[in-house]
């Protein structure tokens, strides 16, 4: 390790530095406010160490990691992500009479386990981050344990992520025992000979691999159990799913494929087709059938991942490009509505059935305005950064010519209206139109009026949305800087 | 720069609109006139433009320079008259729904506006993205007035609206990148633009399919027969200005698109197509004359009468020539003026007697004398008239298309059979025979009879005396037709010299440029 070393690691060290912190301060004195401070403050200390490292003369720090301006974005976008998790976990632990102060310790090692993952070049620092971040999980996702849903979607997560990290590891054993090598560099290197996946071993290492991946961003047929859990968690808990968990095996992933060349293994891009065809109509599909907002996000987010393969699919710079502008959208679309549940939802279940939200524009404006625009993000609307995620996902496939995924895609889409639809439907039909939402809507009278940090929060988020969809040029011209590599 | 406040006034005055539905409950309504009077002045001052300079206006900004993208703004004649349509269509829209806004009168007019600007767009982009973004904006402020003001079925019609054209939308979208990267492949050039993308050279079946892409969309929004089936539960379902505004600007879009885009961009594919859409446009006169004059609902059958007549507009395109062109500018603007006025008169008698039911209508006019005339009016304009603009518009089509597709045209003027037959079917039903129970009919206000006697001083001008619109959108089909030849030019011995001095009667004939 040389000071250069530690230099490109510094958000990491401070990551895992604030959540000692918060584990000492908690032992002397016991106070969610104080720990959430310390855990925000933590996470800006970290982002704030990020020009430094961009900087850095040295990228690299072989052989673990890459902290190369790739990574770099990726960190600054979780960390973005993390502080908004923090901010709407204090306002929803508030509302439960149990031990809180834990819960951030946690949630700052699964974020130091997905820094981990965006920086990985080897198979040893990819399962580390992963297993970092999952643990952490499974603990957050039944932190609430009075609620049997919670635990029962806790303890699904763990049999599942166990699971797969068996795979994962298994795979990465296969390519290590064709190759003789873990490096991500190597591994390209060595494929780079032009015969592609020559023997069986390392075929079946590759899909493992990329099946395990596959679970994490929970794409078909990986996806069973993406509602169970959403559905069971905590509604902060389902916003850091949903995002910075996944955002950080899609910068793995992104490193790993890029070690293949398409030409060199077309199965495996056929396979990666059939599988984004497969997520997006499955996932927008079955989301039409449910009732339950918080499944019907997690379904959608099936479906976005599904998108999302397209750029893989179409690779190179503007497929890195396509998917990481992406993700920026889904990013802020994601956490606004997760943020506005857990906002909504009183202390003794979750505000996540679609009745729930009847009549909530005229009764609560400003949440109703805010969920609808992340609702109109996801559905790829005009004035909204998802528009313009969606945009460059279908350049990305059309220069690549990738005529069927798109025609999957729009069809696709086209049938993921009407679920998001629904929800804003339901929040702008009139109160007089059902007699019962008044009793329905009941609990929501217990929530304090917005203005406070969720509200702020939330309003930043939103207006980062309408940015990326109304001046995207800034933060696309970063991007297209930082994925100039692949 | 003109253009720009054209799309910023509506913009802020909907923001305005919104905000100050808080403390007052008619100021939305006086903000939502000055937003759509002050750009109707301020589009009215580029009419003194000669078109000959073809660009009466421009307006041009980088936008993301990163991926190629321009704020392009340009208006030539045809971008000008319909965006004159819009404003027209938007003051009368205001003033239709002047007290009428039950709920949320600022959250309305905010919609109501933020159509109106992205109408604007769609006319004036010439940047394929910054049309794209428009073309999505007009959207979902629709479904918002179907689904919050319309009515009984209002959210089964809203979704399937917006359903309808997101679905097409994204085709358009496919489109519209896959012309960008073909054109990028030959020339190394990213861009939008539309001059620019002109003349790209593509691959037999690509091209095609492309074409088929920004067909559909428009197709779609005309709406053009198979794709139909959104418009009757739209229209029907959407309160009166919403009705007005989708028949009146959303349909042209399509109509506009068709001309601006589809046959330009792609001249060899839509000749191979012409015939296909041709015969698409003939189904669609007839199929939507005889539903229109199977219908019950007033509104429904007002909104089948539109399929009919964007028909002539889909045969007029594909036939390509100086007249059906020439016709089909007219044709819409002709459309957009009767048949909001019907929809204005339906939306009255629903106001009145809380129904659109045509089986508990009838004897009206001892009642409702203005009424009954003014409808009697706008129903002899829909069947096409001589001497009422919409005439005008369906004989230059036909004229046109003759000469490409004798079999589309007799189809299509078949079509005029069907017009007239239920056009004097409404009047028939509604104001003649038996009196029903009419109790609440009152006649037209005097806010109503202005908006509709503007409307009818618009299509009798159009009618008699066309050669200012005619004029002001020559230079465009000219400039077209440069781009994608009309089927026969090659034959010909040059073009005639004024080919649309032979569709007017000689004492109307445009004047040839020197």
Redesign the interface.
């Known amino acids: 390790m040389t000071p250069s070393d530690l230099q490109a690691l510094l958000p990491h060290i401070v990551v895992a530095a604030t959540a000692v912190a918060v584990m000492l301060v908690i032992s002397f004195y016991r106070n969610q406010t104080v720990s959430a401070v310390l855990t925000v403050a933590g996470l800006f200390a970290a982002a704030a160490c990020l020009p430094f490292v961009w900087s850095a003369e040295a990228d690299a720090v072989p052989p673990l990691f890459r902290v190369d301006p790739f990574g770099c974005f990726h960190i600054g976008l979780l960390l973005t992500a993390s502080v908004a998790v923090t901010v709407f976990s204090h306002s929803y632990l508030e509302k439960y009479r149990m031990e809180r102060g834990e819960f951030y310790i946690l949630l700052l090692l699964s974020v130091l386990g997905a820094l981990v993952l965006t920086v990985a070049d080897h198979f040893i620092s990819f399962f580390l981050g992963l297993e970092l971040l999952s643990v952490s999980l499974y603990v957050m996702v039944a932190y609430i344990f009075t609620k049997k849903r919670a635990v029962e979607a806790g303890v699904k997560y763990l049999f599942l992520a166990a699971a797969t990290s068996a795979f994962l590891l298994f795979g990465m054993a296969l390519i290590y025992a064709e190759l003789g090598t873990m490096a991500f560099p190597e591994i390209a290197a060595e494929l780079g000979g032009g015969d592609g996946l020559r023997s069986p071993y390392l075929l079946a290492g590759t899909v493992l691999v990329v099946a395990g991946a596959g679970f994490k961003l929970s794409v078909v047929p990986f996806h069973m159990w993406t509602p169970d859990i959403y559905q069971g968690a905590p509604a902060p808990v389902t916003a850091f799913l949903a995002t910075v968990s996944k955002a950080c095996v899609v910068v793995v992933l992104l490193r790993f494929l890029a070690a293949f060349d398409s030409d060199a293994v077309p199965g495996l891009y056929l396979a990666l087709t059939v599988v984004a065809c497969a997520s997006m109509l499955t996932g927008n599909l079955l989301a039409l059938l449910q009732d339950n907002i918080k499944r019907i996000l997690a379904y959608s987010s099936i479906a976005h991942f599904g998108y999302l393969l397209v750029a893989f699919v179409a690779g190179g710079p503007a497929g890195a490009m396509a998917a990481t502008f992406y993700l920026v959208t889904y990013f802020a679309a994601t956490l606004v509505a997760f943020g506005v549940v857990a906002y909504l939802s009183p202390s003794d279940r979750e505000a996540d059935t679609v009745a729930d939200y009847r009549g909530l524009f005229w009764s609560r404006p400003g949440p109703a305005a805010l969920l609808s625009l992340a609702l109109?993000s996801l559905?790829g609307?005009?004035?909204t950064g998802g528009?313009m995620g969606?945009?460059?996902l279908?350049?990305a496939?059309?220069?690549a010519?990738l005529?069927t995924l798109?025609?999957v895609?729009?069809?696709s889409?086209?049938i993921s209206?009407?679920y998001y639809?629904r929800v804003v439907?339901a929040m702008?039909?009139?109160i007089e139109d059902t007699p019962q939402t008044r009793e329905l809507s009941e609990p929501f009278a217990a929530t304090p009026p917005y203005g406070n940090t969720v509200g702020a929060v939330q309003a930043l988020l939103a207006l980062g949305l309408l940015v990326l969809g109304l001046?995207?040029?800034p933060v696309?011209?970063m991007i297209?800087s930082v994925t100039r590599t692949f | 720069m003109i253009l720009l406040w054209l799309i910023a006034i509506p913009l802020i005055g909907g923001i305005l609109a919104w905000t100050a539905e808080r403390w007052s409950t008619t100021a939305p309504r006086w903000i939502a006139l000055a937003a759509t009077a002050v750009p109707l002045v301020l589009a009215l001052t580029l009419w003194d433009g000669d078109p000959g300079d073809f660009w009466l206006a421009e307006f041009e900004t980088s936008?993301?320079?990163?991926?190629g993208i321009d704020f392009y703004l340009a208006a030539d004649g045809l971008g000008l008259l319909m965006v004159l349509l819009t404003f027209f269509l938007g003051v009368l829209s205001v003033g239709i729904s002047w007290n009428t806004v039950p709920?949320r009168p600022g959250f309305f007019y905010f919609n109501l506006l933020l159509i109106l600007a992205g109408t604007t767009g769609v006319f004036t982009a010439l940047d394929l993205?910054l049309f794209f973004?428009?073309w999505?904006?007009m959207?979902?402020p629709m479904?918002?007035i179907i689904?919050?003001w319309g009515h009984e079925n209002r959210?089964y019609a809203?979704?399937k609206f917006?359903?309808f054209t997101?679905?097409s939308g994204?085709?358009l979208?496919?489109a519209i990148?896959?012309l960008?990267?073909a054109h990028?492949a030959e020339t190394g050039v990213q861009t939008f633009r539309y001059g620019e993308l002109l003349g790209t050279e593509l691959a037999p079946g690509l091209g095609m399919?492309l074409m088929l892409g920004f067909f559909v969309a428009f197709a779609v929004k005309l709406p053009a027969f198979p794709f139909h089936t959104w418009l009757a539960d739209a229209h029907t379902e959407a309160p009166t200005a919403g009705s007005l505004i989708l028949a009146g600007l959303l349909l042209k879009t399509g109509g506009y698109g068709l001309v601006r885009f589809v046959v330009p961009l792609f001249p060899e594919e839509s000749a191979a197509f012409a015939p296909v859409a041709m015969a698409l446009g003939a189904i669609g006169i007839l199929y939507g004359a005889k539903l229109a004059f199977a219908q019950t609902d007033l509104k429904r059958l007002i909104a089948y009468t539109s399929v009919s007549h964007m028909g002539f507009v889909l045969v007029g395109v594909f036939a390509w020539n100086a007249w059906a062109v020439q016709g089909v500018v007219v044709q819409m603007i002709a459309h957009g003026l009767s048949t909001g006025a019907l929809f204005i008169l339906a939306g009255g008698i629903q106001d009145r007697l809380h129904t659109r039911d045509l089986n508990a209508m009838g004897g009206f006019w001892p009642q409702a004398p203005c009424m009954a005339a003014l409808a009697l009016f706008f129903a002899m304009a829909s069947l096409g008239l001589p001497g009422l603009g919409n005439f005008v518009g369906e004989f230059l089509i036909l004229l046109g298309s003759f000469q490409v597709n004798v079999v589309a045209t007799v189809l299509a003027a078949l079509g005029l059979v069907g017009a007239t037959v239920y056009s004097l079917w409404i009047i028939q039903r509604v104001f003649h025979g038996e009196p029903r129970e009419s109790k609440g009919l009152t006649d037209l206000s005097l806010r109503e009879i202005t908006i509709l006697g503007v409307l009818a001083a618009g299509l009798l001008g159009l009618g008699l005396y066309p050669k200012p619109v005619l004029h002001m959108s020559e230079p465009t089909v000219r400039a077209l037709h440069e781009t994608a030849p009309p089927p026969g030019a090659a034959l010909a011995t040059g073009q005639p010299e004024n080919p649309v001095a032979h569709a007017v009667p000689p004492n109307e004939r445009v004047p040839t440029d020197p």
């Open positions: 109109f559905v609307l005009p004035l528009f969606k945009f460059f279908v350049g496939g059309a220069e010519r005529w798109l025609l895609l729009a069809v889409s086209a209206i009407y639809l439907v702008y039909s009139s001046y995207p040029q696309l011209a297209q | 936008w993301i320079p990163a991926a709920s993205f973004f428009c999505e904006l959207v979902l479904y918002f689904g919050i959210n809203a979704i917006f359903i997101q679905a994204l085709l979208l496919i990148l896959g960008h990267y990028a399919g």
